[in-house]
């Protein structure tokens, strides 16, 4: 799809001509007249589309006054002998240093050549063209301010260009930093970045600007932001289904969409040759070429980054669908155990969070819990759910769990920390636990918490070989092992939301499951 610019629509009244910016031509001189016959030779004038505003001053202070207030003046023609013989060279030279506007072009009129010959006036002046006032005819000056304004725009346009690019590089980093549950506020902000980018450079030329973002989810445009006329506010909707319908079309057909209004620009979000949105922007005033040609980089790189973070979820959903077959082949060999495993998740996860872990941290521990057991699925079935205690010898067999675990996961490093719970949550804080008679800090944290919320499980749950503990029997033996099975920090976190009431649903569950199978 190509970036579309729709011009007015003269069947439609409703829709207002976008308004041109004119030029801004500042005529310096202390003669009256000559700035009168300026103004006259230069009336109706015209280029690129737009018109010519004149505004003038009688002296080199009354310019710089005007120059302060009006920076996007884009051409001056200045007397050299005003209020002082070199007023006009030393108006040039605040232009260019004390302001630094190297943008503007500076053309040297003077009715005196000899107060100022042209061949010192150009080598030491960063002007642009130098005339005698005699020669500037009518049509040598439509000449003179024309090629001036070509020279200025095109120099506008490599600025544009160049801060254009710069903002694109200095956004690009946010524009790749999505997350799952922020991309509403990720689009929001793609948009007011590029309504912002717009108005880089053009001063007052983007005054107002609307716009709208969507993408298609199946066969579904879904908006995802809107500003101003377009925002998701009363008495927007039916604008905002129209540009849907409108764009959606010329989406889906790679046609131009019709109708839009004018000002009007709609650019596809596209990767890959697939177009899956687009973002619409309606300004005030008309967009240049240079202007949809940058915002279409942006809109390209942000499609590239959508398009990253689709592949990062179907990888993680990958990750996850791995972890949760594997969850179940222990919980089918083991069923014993009913919900143990997706409660041992979710305490594991509200554990690490009370302990100060970051929410993506706490999310990594609570998934690899899922698998501590996997381990299980090489025990035999007669030692796994043996009703009675177990012999020393069978006992032996049912400590060779977490190794097994560890020999089952070991061949993927995206399950290292899954691999790590598996073979280190028998371990106990004061040592002597196994595979490896681990203690302290020498233990991963995430086995440490694991090893608590295990146990608490497992002692609120009926097992084969016991009957389900109260809530409170089990609380006094996490107490009791503090410091011997288990970290004290950590049954100290688990204490706290036990008592503020964080783990009621959790041990509810526990209890219900407990009910159906007594």
Known sequence: MKIVRKLPDANRPDVAKPRVTPWKLLVVDDEPDVRQLTALNLRGFEFAGRPLTLIDAGSAADAQTLLREQPDIALALIDVVMETDDAGLNLVAFIRNELGNAMMRLVIRTGQPGMAPERYVIDNFDIDDYKDKTELTAQKLYTTVRSALKSYRDLETIAINRNGLRH????TPDLYNLERHQLEDYFRGLLLQIIGFCKLGHSALISTMDGLVATLEGERICIRAGTGDLDDVPGNEARRR?????????????????????????????????????????????????DGELIQIMANQCAAAIHNFHLHCSLEK?????????????????????????????????LALELGLDKE??????????????????????ILMKPGALTSHEFAVMQTHPRIGEAI??????????????????????????????????????????????????????????????????????????????EPRVVDAFLRLYQNGALDDLIASAQSENAIRF
């Open 168 to 171: 694109i590089l200095d956004v």
């Open 242 to 290: 129209e540009i849907v319908e409108l764009c959606s079309q010329a989406m889906l057909t790679r046609k131009a969409p019709g109708k839009l209004r004018s000002g009007s620009m709609a650019v596809p979000l596209r990767t890959n040759d697939k177009t899956f949105g687009f973002i619409y922007l309606e300004a005030g005033e008309c967009l240049s070429a240079v």
């Open 318 to 350: 990958s990750y996850d669908e791995a972890i949760d077959m594997l969850g179940e082949v222990a919980e089918f060999k083991d069923n014993t155990t009913g919900h143990h495993i997706h409660r041992i998740q979710e305490y594991t996860r509200r």
């Open 361 to 382: 941290t706490a999310a990594a521990c609570a998934q690899a819990s899922r698998l501590h057991d996997v381990g299980k699925v090489g025990i035999p079935d007669d």
């Open 409 to 486: 996961l070991i061949h993927s490093s995206l399950l290292a920390l899954a691999r790590s719970v598996a073979l280190t949550h028998h371990e106990r804080w004061s040592g002597g636990g196994y595979p490896e008679g681990l203690k302290g800090e020498d233990i991963p944290l995430e086995s440490r918490i694991v090893a608590v919320v295990d146990v608490f499980d497992a002692l609120t749950s009926v097992r084969p070989y016991k009957e389900a503990w109260e809530p409170e029997r089990a609380v006094e033996q996490l107490r009791k092992d503090a410091g011997i099975h288990f």
